[in-house]
Nanobody
Framework: QVQLVESGGGLVQAGGSLRLSCAASGRSRNVMAWFRQAPGKEREFVAA???????YYTNSVKGRFTISRDIVKKTVFLQMNSLKPEDTAVYYC???????????????WGQGTQVTVSS
């Protein structure tokens, strides 16, 4: 089992920044990822990182978001800069064995944290 606990969401104005954290405990998985889900939309891939290194981003966040990890603390971060209203969503942390863009391929999920970007 893997337990994932997210934190760091909130309300921010467009152009602002937020940093999300995801603390993992229990058995490890190779890959940690961030997904987001806006009202009425499907859950979409945002970014992923391998514990061994290597990062991946969806095109809409490249250059604005940075995913990183602290191996000792088993924590993954998502630094979000230059936020836009369209980034508004519930952000979920996920753990899986491979870097894939499909949510159903990830085995474990956090409870989600709300990010709201006002215009």
């Amino acid at each position: 089992q893997v337990q994932l606990v997210e934190s760091g969401g909130g309300l921010v104005q467009a152009g602002g920044s937020l940093r999300l954290s995801c603390a993992a405990s229990g058995r490890s998985r190779n890959v940690m990822a961030w997904f987001r889900q806006a009202p009425g939309k499907e859950r979409e891939f945002v970014a992923a990182i391998r514990w061994s290194g290597g990062t991946y981003y969806t095109n809409s966040v490249k250059g604005r978001f940075t995913i990183s990890r602290d191996i000792v603390k088993k924590t993954v971060f998502l630094q979000m800069n230059s936020l836009k209203p369209e980034d508004t969503a519930v952000y979920y942390c996920a753990a899986g064995m491979h870097v894939v863009l499909t949510a159903r391929e990830y085995d474990y999920w956090g409870q989600g944290t709300q990010v709201t970007v006002s215009s």
